[in-house]
């Protein structure tokens, strides 16, 4: 059973770092590209950009570039989406999505990792 | 960027109605269209792809249908736990695109 499931909720200050993954399993991980999505409070979703952990090739959304990071570990089966500096607007529950084996649809979700930064 | 446009933002039907839901692509996306049901609290979840391809194990009462910049979303006859939020996505070019999102009320 193919799974994708992530790193639990997370409460951050402003201007704090942060690392939050999303571990495959029940298929070849390395050879499906991964996303990451955001959904603010009661928004809607947005793509942020994907990454392929069989060579780490990544393509960022211009929303998101500079803003974060996407990197991945194929050795443990891991996708990670990094932040430097967190700011308040970054609050937002984030899903990593597995893109379809043809193409650019996603079909399996992670459960969502809530990231809270008050102001 | 590809802009994708879903209407109504909201409906309200009842148990058995033929309901559908609208979304535009701001340029041809030919059927490189995706739709996703999301309810409170989960994930998204695949309904269909390719604009009308039915992913496996989702009730044939869901249906798509368009090509170029004008799709549709069907539910044949709705049922109480269709009850969600829908999203169509763009996948003709990258940055992918959602739609806003129609929330479904019974």
């Known amino acids: 059973e193919v799974q994708l499931v992530q790193s639990g909720a997370e409460v951050k200050k402003p201007g704090e770092s942060l690392k939050i993954s999303c571990k495959g399993s029940g298929y070849s991980f390395a050879s499906y590209w991964i996303a990451w999505v955001r959904q603010m409070p009661g928004k809607g979703l947005e793509w942020m950009g994907i990454i392929y952990p069989g060579d780490s090739d990544t393509r960022y959304s211009p929303s998101f570039q500079g803003q974060v990071t996407i990197s991945a570990d194929k050795s443990i089966s891991t996708a990670y989406l990094q932040w430097n500096s967190l700011k308040a607007s970054d609050t937002a529950m984030f899903y990593c999505a597995r893109r379809g084996s043809s193409s650019e649809y996603f079909d399996y979700w992670g459960q969502g990792t809530l990231v809270t930064a008050p102001s | ?106």
């Open chain 2, 1 to 106: 960027d590809i802009q994708m446009t879903q209407s109504p933002s909201t409906l309200s039907a009842s148990v058995g109605d033929r309901v559908t839901i609208t979304c535009r692509a701001s340029q041809s996306i030919s059927t490189w269209l995706a739709w996703y049901q999301q309810k409170p609290g989960r994930a998204p979840n695949l309904l269909i792809y390719k604009a009308s391809s039915l992913e496996s194990g989702v009730p044939s009462r869901f249906s798509g249908s368009g090509s170029g910049t004008e799709f549709t979303l069907t539910i044949s006859s709705l049922q109480p736990d269709d009850s969600a939020t829908y999203y169509c996505q763009q996948y003709n070019s990258y940055p992918l695109t959602f739609g806003g999102g129609t929330k479904v009320e019974i």
